[in-house]
T-cell receptor, first 117, second 111 residues
Framework: AQSVAQPEDQVNVAEGNPLTVKCTYS??????LFWYVQYPNRGLQFLLKYITGDNLVKGSYGFEAEFNKSQTSFHLKKPSALVSDSALYFC???????????????FGKGTKLSVIP | DAEITQSPRHKITETGRQVTLACHQTWNHNNMFWYRQDLGHGLRLIHYSYGVHDTNKGEVSDGYSVSRSNTEDLPLTLESAASSQTSVYFC??????????FGPGTRLTVT
């Protein structure tokens, strides 16, 4: 079974500082990994994904994430946080070898990011 | 522009009533999904479909049903609404096995 953990319910960072939102995963094979962002009263927006290849993936709004297979992690990062980055962030994993249900995503519980002016 | 819409955006209903939440996408995606979002649980998969007439149960399917009669729509039905089904419901679709695209959500309150 696939699972995702986001160990921090909330992350606070000062505007202009680098930010990291942590994610670890568990799958039986090589994972597909995703980050989504949710602004208040909105649906989830896709930020970036890792499928294969370069461990550092770049996404929307200046975000990037690093896939680390040995640590089973996929942390979301941004070099300089903006107040407008304040939102709820979800990590998700898919095990592409899990058979008939293999298109399913399993989501973490979310991390609330607050960027302080 | 192609999009995914959900209706209604807000719904209040009484315990025991049947409720149907609509999801419509104009991307012509084969794959569609319903999730519920609850504090402390993140998103949990209710039902999903990989094409017309295909439906599958997700992690929390009890008390819910879906039907897929065309590519564009995947309505979610609560057969007999319960207070435990008060939640925010999201529909999503995807063209491939990769990322999913989400609708704006429906906030359902069961009193």
């Amino acid at each position: 079974a696939q699972s995702v953990a986001q160990p921090e319910d909330q992350v606070n960072v000062a505007e202009g500082n680098p930010l990291t939102v942590k994610c670890t995963y568990s799958v039986s094979g090589n994972p597909y990994l995703f980050w989504y962002v949710q602004y208040p009263n909105r649906g989830l927006q896709f930020l970036l994904k890792y499928i294969t290849g370069d461990n550092l993936v770049k996404g929307s709004y200046g975000f990037e994430a690093e896939f680390n297979k040995s640590q089973t992690s996929f942390h979301l990062k941004k070099p300089s946080a903006l107040v407008s980055d304040s939102a709820l962030y979800f990590c998700a994993v898919r095990d592409p070898y899990s058979g008939a249900g293999s298109y399913q995503l399993t989501f973490g519980k979310g991390t609330k990011l607050s960027v302080i002016p | 522009d192609a999009e995914i819409t959900q209706s209604p955006r807000h719904k209040i209903t009484e315990t025991g009533r049947q409720v149907t939440l609509a999801c419509h996408q104009t991307w012509n995606h084969n794959n569609m999904f319903w999730y519920r979002q609850d504090l402390g649980h993140g998103l949990r998969l209710i039902h999903y479909s990989y094409g017309v007439h295909d439906t599958n149960k997700g992690e929390v399917s009890d008390g819910y049903s879906v039907s897929r009669s065309n590519t564009e729509d995947l309505p979610l039905t609560l057969e007999s609404a319960a207070s435990s089904q008060t939640s925010v419901y999201f529909c999503a679709s995807s063209p491939t096995s990769y990322e999913q695209y989400f609708g704006p959500g429906t906030r359902l309150t069961v009193t």
